[in-house]
């Protein structure tokens, strides 16, 4: 049996050579994580589009106020608001029995001023005779001529006045000088229209063609003109550009149209031309008012390509992520074009050798290494 002091000896032994023992192991250490594995595509050099995406809004090719051109009460109305109309469409009537009694009057006026011609006319002709035999004065020949001439013009007054008072009859039937739809807000029968100023009867808005109008910033417009000899489409040889156009919700450009017309002035206070473009709407698609996107083609041309998934965006821009010979993420600052079948065009910032990043683009840390595999299997 072993006694105690022996047995602490013994113990105090073992406990040492085990924490000697344990002084040869190594310590814990950090060990890294292996770079991010990413996939990488280069550019892609593509014919695409030269087109401008803007902003505009639609208006009707033509748009028509109907107004009171004389005074007096509606009598009838022939249309309702909203209601389609053509030319020459009788909308309202004005209480013509006015306009009936001053178009007699003038009728009247002119009846005898034409009396008082007819007989100057034989005075004169009385008084050229009667000159030949010295009977008369050569002045009192001279009177009865001025006189004749005085009647003449008359007749002429008259005839002028017959005429206003016959147009102001005319203005009593309100008639639609082009095909459109008519406003909902009309004027009702009752009402006095045209007492101090030509009174808003309705208004008509073409349908079937429209305008859309939209603005082209001052830079784009200098790069244009230098580019095309300072002309416009269709003075220097060039078709009429065509222009797309896409309705609130729409998310293609499904409607047709062609440049039709631009500004001839910058706006100072906005930088920007106001260019229009037409569209047949015979469909009725089309509204004057909508707010749409607009592209417009200006021709072809080349450009760089990558995944639109690559391009990212922060607070500074657009950018992507490129990996270099070394195999280090490098940040890449571009500026973009459209987008075409998920491939998003690069103006500025890419070379046709560069590796971009197109998967795994969340492990990426600008400065850090990656393990970077192409996207078409090939060795890097």
Known sequence: MIDPITRLRVTSTIALCLALAGCDEPQNAYVPPPPPVVTVAKPVKRTIDDALELTGFTRGAEAVEIR???????????V??????????????????????????????????????????????????????????????????AERDAATA?????????QSARLDLEFTQVRSPISGRVSLKTIDVGQLVGANDATLLATVVREDKIYVNY??????????????????????????????????????????????NADNTVDPTTGTLGVEAEFDN?????????????????????????????????????????????????????????????????????????DVVVNGIMRVRPGSPVVAKPADGSPR
């Open 282 to 354: 015979t469909n009725g698609d089309l509204l004057p008012g909508y707010f749409v996107r607009v592209r417009a083609l200006l021709g072809e041309r080349e450009a760089l390509m990558v995944p639109d998934v690559a391009v990212m965006t922060d607070q500074t821009g657009r950018f992507v992520y490129v990996v270099d010979a070394q195999g280090i993420a490098q940040r890449r600052d571009v500026v973009i074009g459209p987008v075409l079948d998920r491939q998003r065009a690069i103006e500025r910032g890419l070379n046709a050798d560069d």
């Open 68 to 78: 009171a051109r004389v005074k007096g009460f509606i009598e009838r109305k022939l």
């Open 215 to 260: 603005r082209v910033d001052e830079r784009q417009v200098i790069h244009l003109r230098r580019a095309n000899q300072n002309k416009r489409p269709g003075e220097d040889g060039r078709p009429s550009l065509p222009v797309f156009v896409a309705l609130n919700g729409d998310s293609e450009y499904a409607h047709r149209g062609t440049f039709r």
């Open 80 to 145: 309702q608001g909203g209601e389609r109309v053509n030319p020459g469409d009788l909308l309202f009537t004005i209480d013509p029995r006015t306009f009936e009694a001053m178009v007699r009057q003038a009728e009247a006026e002119v009846a005898a001023a034409k009396a008082s011609l007819q007989l100057a006319e034989v005075t004169v002709a009385r008084m050229q005779k009667a000159r030949e035999s010295n009977a008369v004065s050569a002045q009192d020949l001279d009177k009865a001529v």
């Open 154 to 162: 008359q007749v002429a007054l008259a005839e002028a006045g017959l």
